[in-house]
């Protein structure tokens, strides 16, 4: 199973990093996540340099995609050619997007009459695609996921996992990450954002 973190120039480093950590230590039980960009190396929106783990062409082999966010989305929504490459299928694959990425999957035609998270400063944005906004940091109907706020990028991690390999594994992952002493809190918060969604 293999998840594509989609991850564009000017990319929040928060929104792809701790959902493709978080992912990627399910590896031994088959489930990895890889930083997917157009260009071979992108650069952060506080200039840090990354190369691309895989590129565009992955995205229809992946099981799961993720839609990063970025100071740059509306250049990439403005991009009829970018968009072209991300050819996403929600009857085979997770698709999920954080903060601004749902101004990608709204542009897409993906969200239909779907209410959507975003972040404060995206969500003008996203509203005026004709997509509801949420105050929540989380909101998943069928394949389609969306989170608003950097750290919701967990809840999306959690999500993938949870669909994929069930509310036992994401709960060892969230264990293992959490703050000391944060344990359960963290695990429980987490799963109580996903869960109603979370289960095929």
Not at 150 to 162: K, M
Request: hydrophobic share 45%; net charge negative.
């Amino acid at each position: 199973m293999q998840v594509a973190v989609v991850t564009f120039d000017g990319f929040n480093e928060l929104d792809s990093f701790i959902a493709a950590a978080l992912i990627n230590r399910c590896r031994k039980d088959g489930l990895e996540a890889f930083i997917t960009t157009p260009t071979p190396v992108v650069t952060s929106m506080n200039g840090v340099e990354v190369t691309g783990q895989r590129p565009m062409e992955f995205v229809p082999e992946a099981d799961a995609v993720l839609i990063g966010s970025g100071v740059r989305t509306r250049d990439v929504v403005a991009d009829d050619r970018l968009l072209a490459r991300l050819p996403l299928d929600p009857e085979r694959q997770l698709v999920g997007a954080q903060c601004s990425g749902a101004l990608v999957l709204a542009r897409l035609g993906l969200l239909g009459s779907m209410p959507a998270c975003t972040d404060s400063k995206s969500r003008p944005y996203v509203e005026a695609e004709g997509v509801t906004v949420l105050d929540t940091p989380f909101h998943a109907e069928g394949n389609i996921a969306t989170a608003g706020g950097c750290l919701a990028s967990q809840y999306l991690g959690t999500w993938v996992i949870t669909r994929f390999l069930g509310t036992e594994a994401a709960r060892g992952v969230l264990d293992y990450v959490a703050p000391v002493g944060e344990n359960e809190e963290t695990v429980e918060r987490a799963l109580r954002a996903v869960m109603p969604a979370a289960v095929r």
